[in-house]
């Protein structure tokens, strides 16, 4: 599973779209969580989404699209209708915290991962099973060892910054992008127990 991660946007909506648009569409990522506690992320993808289809972008309103974009459409003009909506759903790749005090776990490379907006809200009962813990409130782009587990924070989406974590097969790579979508920092954290995962072969 490709993650991706998008901290705070403080405002800064040109930037939140900017990381979206990185890990959506260039790093294809299976989905990408906005670690604020506001609305910045419903409000890029409503102007997203607006933008790709004009008008009402919401799925009631698909078939009053289609009619009015294919009925007399030569075969190409269909198949670019289907692209902007291929591109549409594709947002619903992109998620938010449910509440500024909620908690998200997801198991990640067989990881507990513990998603949150604030680290100070984490307690004894977050951290004890969970050996990723991520946060969307930090100055800057963190990736920090304690023991066993591993801090992460994509730093605010403001600066430009995304994170992408990639169930990759020698662990779990952990890459940070700057504003201008150049890969700043990677890194790996083998499976637990340092274990080899195999990949099945045919034969």
Same mark, same amino acid.
């Given at each position: 599973?490709?993650?991706?991660?998008?901290?705070? @946007?403080?405002?800064?909506?040109?930037?939140?779209?900017?990381? @979206?648009?990185?890990?959506?569409?260039?790093?294809? @990522?299976?989905?990408?969580?906005?670690?604020?506690?506001?609305?910045?992320?419903?409000?890029?993808? *409503?102007?997203?989404?607006?933008?790709?289809?004009?008008?009402?972008?919401?799925?009631?309103?698909?078939?009053?699209?289609?009619? #009015? !974009?294919?009925?007399? *459409?030569?075969?190409?003009?269909?198949?670019?209708?289907?692209?902007?909506?291929?591109?549409?759903?594709?947002l619903?790749?992109?998620?938010?915290?449910?509440?500024?005090s909620?908690?998200?776990?997801?198991i $990640?490379? #067989?990881? +507990?991962a513990?998603?949150?907006?604030?680290?100070?809200?984490?307690?004894e009962?977050?951290?004890l099973?969970?050996?990723?813990? $991520?946060?969307? !409130?930090?100055?800057?782009?963190?990736?920090?060892?304690?023991?066993?587990?591993?801090?992460?924070?994509?730093?605010?989406?403001?600066?430009?910054? *995304?994170?992408?974590?990639?169930?990759?097969?020698?662990?779990?790579r952990?890459? +940070?992008f700057? *504003?201008?979508? @150049?890969?700043? !920092?990677s890194?790996?954290v083998?499976?637990?127990?340092?274990?080899r995962?195999?990949?099945?072969?045919?034969?």
């Amino acid at each position: 599973m490709r993650l991706g991660l998008l901290g705070p @946007a403080d405002g800064d909506l040109a930037a939140l779209e900017r990381g @979206a648009r990185l890990l959506v569409e260039r790093e294809q @990522a299976d989905r990408t969580v906005y670690l604020g506690a506001d609305d910045a992320l419903d409000l890029v993808v *409503a102007g997203w989404a607006r933008g790709l289809v004009g008008g009402d972008p919401s799925d009631g309103a698909l078939w009053v699209r289609a009619a #009015g !974009r294919c009925g007399g *459409a030569t075969p190409e003009e269909i198949d670019a209708f289907l692209a902007t909506e291929r591109a549409r759903l594709s947002l619903r790749r992109l998620e938010c915290l449910p509440l500024a005090s909620a908690r998200t776990v997801e198991i $990640v490379d #067989g990881r +507990v991962a513990v998603l949150l907006h604030d680290r100070g809200l984490l307690d004894e009962e977050d951290i004890l099973p969970a050996t990723l813990l $991520v946060y969307g !409130r930090h100055p800057e782009p963190l990736i920090k060892r304690v023991g066993a587990r591993t801090f992460l924070s994509p730093g605010p989406a403001s600066l430009g910054a *995304a994170m992408l974590v990639d169930d990759a097969a020698d662990g779990v790579r952990f890459l +940070v992008f700057d *504003a201008a979508g @150049a890969t700043v !920092r990677s890194e790996i954290v083998a499976p637990p127990h340092g274990a080899r995962r195999e990949r099945a072969t045919g034969g």
